[in-house]
């Protein structure tokens, strides 16, 4: 039996309403949607990456991340790139808050790491318990690599440790700085012997193992902080994102990956 044609217009007229009322849901949650660009130290990359899928899912916002030492950050934000929400080093932060690349009084801590020094698995491993074993087998080496002290926290702080040991000279002919990312990825290879990094970002390496955190009387204990940018195109959900990364869930996940709670 064919449906009269008033109630054919009456199904039609509803149709329409319906598909123009799913349409406009979806705009409306496409547009409340938004993305929050953010530029992080690399010792975060692991556990941030997790906590950004999981926030992601959750949100429905979307997260950009761009990982990079802390000197190569800061270059950006001098050049005048402005994320939206910035992770640096804790000794950094009256820095780029002075500089008004961050507003300032937003800074929360999300975890301290050490610098720690990696081999290739399976291969023997080396003394460096205290800072004469740690000279010797430094010394014992036939390479290492580090970071750019211009450019990465840990490296800057090796370079001083080979000062203080009175070994830099004799180094350097075997050292090759790393750039950007885990540099101790040739460890890992086989190419390099020993690497120096920090913890968070030896552990993610496979094929590494890290021997262990260098000795308490050369070691730097670094926090790594969160705060907002100063040209953040949408606040209110950066920091929302910032309240998610530093909420106690996500410093489990921290912890999880190498950091010690702030």
């Known amino acids: 039996m064919k449906t009269p044609l008033r ?7 509803f149709t329409q309403g319906l598909l123009v ?14 993305e929050v660009v953010v530029w992080s130290a690399g010792a975060a990359q692991t556990p941030l990456s997790l906590l950004v899928q999981d926030y992601q899912k959750s949100s429905g916002n979307t997260v950009k991340v761009e990982y990079a030492p802390v000197g190569v950050l800061l270059k950006r934000l001098a050049e005048g790139g402005r994320p939206e ?11 780029v808050e002075k500089n008004g690349w961050v507003v300032p009084n937003t800074a929360a801590p999300i975890g301290r790491v050490g610098v720690g020094i990696a081999i290739k698995e399976g291969a023997p491993v080396p003394d460096i318990s205290t800072p004469e074993a740690l000279r010797q087998t430094l010394l014992n080496a ?7 002290p211009s450019k990465g926290t840990s490296g800057k702080h090796f370079a001083s440790v080979l000062d203080q040991l009175g070994i830099a000279d ?29 913890i968070t970002e030896i552990l993610p390496v496979k094929g590494a193992k890290l021997v262990g955190p260098l000795p308490d009387a050369l070691q730097k204990i670094t926090t790594y902080s969160i705060t907002l940018g100063a040209q953040a195109h949408d606040a209110a959900v950066a920091r929302d994102f910032m309240a998610y990364v530093t909420r ?5 996940v921290f912890v999880a990956h190498g950091f010690a709670a702030p």
Request: aromatic fraction near 4%.
């Open 7 to 13: 109630n054919r217009t009456r199904v039609s007229k």
């Open 21 to 34: 009322g799913l349409g406009t849901f979806v705009l409306t949650a496409a547009a409340l949607a938004s």
């Open 85 to 95: 929400v910035l992770i640096v080093s804790q000794d950094v932060v009256a820095n």
């Open 142 to 148: 036939k390479s290492i690599t580090y970071m750019d």
């Open 170 to 198: 004799q180094m350097r002919g075997k050292t090759t700085l790393g750039d950007v990312g885990f540099v101790v990825e040739p460890v890992a290879r086989g190419d390099l012997e020993l690497g120096i990094q920090q």
């Open 248 to 252: 106690r869930e996500s410093q489990a």
